[in-house]
């Protein structure tokens, strides 16, 4: 498969900006390999009549929608605001309210599954907060957000249901 291809893949996947630096440690090819791969796709992207761009900033890359299919994206989104949230949704920010602040790889490894897309339309509907993690600046954190304590009627995170005994439970785990 082309590695061009590899890397659209990856950005797919990803949801989010990546290091150039690590795409090509990935494919095992030189920064610079990397980025005339990725300047390749960009340009078959901006050339053919695609939904998809790619976007560089500060060594990252990232894909995202292009600006034509705005109109149809907010629509799409809307309506995600106007349905209630998922059993998955609803499990994903459970483990971050009793859990968190927590990587994406924890909530995974608790679910079972990727939680990409999850992550996004719960940040995206202000539920939860992405931070940088302090122990790896490769991984972010989730937390949940002023809107999620407002929403559930709390001051604070200990004022949820069994709060404390859940922290108390996994501290112990």
Known sequence: MDKKYILESLL???????????????LDLTENEASVELESLKSECE???RGLRLVFHDGAVE?????????FIEKL???DF???????ALETLAIISYRG??????????RGV????????????GLIERKENPEDHRSHLYQVSFDFLRQMGVSKL??????????????ES
């Open 158 to 171: 200990e004022d949820l249901p069994n709060f404390s005994e859940s922290r108390s439970k996994n501290q």
């Open 63 to 71: 894909l995202v929608s292009s600006s034509e299919a705005a109109p």
């Open 101 to 110: 602040p927590v990587s994406r790889a924890q909530v995974e490894d608790i």
């Open 12 to 26: 797919f996947i990803a949801g989010e900006p990546v290091k150039i630096k690590k795409l090509a440690q990935i």
């Open 82 to 88: 106007d349905e209630d949230l998922s059993q998955a």
């Open 77 to 79: 989104i809307k309506s």
């Open 47 to 49: 050339s053919g009549k």
């Open 114 to 125: 990727n939680c990409s897309f999850i992550l996004r339309a719960l940040s995206i509907r």
